[in-house]
């Protein structure tokens, strides 16, 4: 079974700015920002998603990450 790591990007409806994180458990981690249970975005909701994709490996979510970050990765977005 192959599991996948998913690079996401949230946007605040409070704020306007964008969150970008990647994890195992797309669902699961949607949850925790939607209850309030993520620091960083604790008081930032609501919060919408507005991009996903999957990875094969941790090693290349984290590069993903950290590219989507970037001036051109926020162009890419």
Known sequence: MTHYFYVYVLRSE???K???GYTINLAQRLKSHHKGNVSSTK???PLHLIY???CRSE????RREKYLKT???KMYL
Do not use: I, L, Q, W
């Not at 090693?59 to 984290?62: E, H, N, W």
């Open 14 to 16: 409070k704020d306007n």
């Open 52 to 54: 996903f994709e999957g």
């Open 18 to 20: 964008k969150y970008t």
């Open 71 to 73: 001036k051109n990765g």
């Open 43 to 45: 008081y930032r909701r």
């Open 59 to 62: 090693v290349d979510a984290k």
